[in-house]
């Protein structure tokens, strides 16, 4: 297998040498999505909490992590994350291009009882910025998720070569931002036994990848289905 990555990161190389010189032009490419997962369950809050947090830790590089007071039984239905755009309805909002535009917006979790925003940086090739809400109902919880995935594109040879060899051995970027919000609902599902259904997501997740067992690196599971 280590001799498969090896070949596959020869080839990406020698492709890299051959891309023409308008290449080197550094981009970015960005991708906005969100996944609803439910948990039926009568795990109190603080397991959940705690197994949520111990999902998302081994993926991220930094996270700043929020339990709102929310008061009184839960609700019926679960509450929804919705988006807000600071530069809606501002004179100069048409000078800001899609991509900033996107890498702005903030997720809000009114009546979440448990919010994390977590960063996932690798240099020079991917940052990952994700909001995570859980929402208290009669019947358990359920997590959204928002995410703006930055991909580095481009970029002078050291660049693209790098970012070739990382994906040749470790894996894409797609897939290990996949691999930071699957892990978070393998560790509910194991800690607490809450029954898992996937609701709805953009681009959308296929069969049961949650129920994989954990890996180092991502793995079949751990891939969406292009909408387009």
């Known amino acids: 297998m280590k001799m498969n990555a090896l070949r596959l ?3 990406g190389a020698v492709a890299i040498v051959a891309m023409p010189a308008a290449n080197a032009q550094d981009s970015q490419r960005v991708t906005e999505l969100y996944h609803i997962f439910d948990f039926k369950t009568d795990a109190k809050r603080a397991p959940m909490i705690k197994a949520l947090q111990d999902g998302l830790n081994p993926n991220i590089s930094n996270s700043d ?3 709102p007071l929310v008061m009184g039984p839960p609700p019926e ?5 919705r988006l807000v755009n600071p530069f809606e309805n501002i004179p100069f909002a048409g000078m800001v291009s899609s991509a900033q535009m996107a890498s702005v917006k903030q997720a809000r979790c009114d009546g979440a009882v448990w ?3 977590a960063v996932r940086k690798v240099r020079g090739s991917q940052q990952l910025m994700m909001t995570m809400c859980l929402f208290p109902y009669v019947e358990g919880y359920q997590l959204n998720v928002y995410a703006v995935d930055i991909k580095e ?3 002078g040879l050291s660049a693209r ?3 070739a060899l990382g994906q040749a051995v470790v894996g894409k970027p797609d897939d290990w931002t996949n691999k930071t919000i699957l892990d978070v609902v393998r560790r509910v599902r194991t800690d607490t036994g809450a029954t898992v259904t996937y609701v709805e997501g953009q681009p959308e997740f296929v069969g049961t990848p949650w129920e994989d ?5 991502p793995g079949e599971g751990d891939k969406t289905v292009d909408p387009n």
């Open 9 to 11: 990161a020869a080839i």
């Open 65 to 67: 992590t929020t339990t």
């Open 77 to 81: 239905k679960p509450g929804r994350f």
């Open 115 to 117: 919010i994390s925003s």
């Open 153 to 155: 594109q481009g970029g």
């Open 161 to 163: 070569l790098g970012r």
């Open 213 to 217: 067992g954990p890996r180092i690196t």
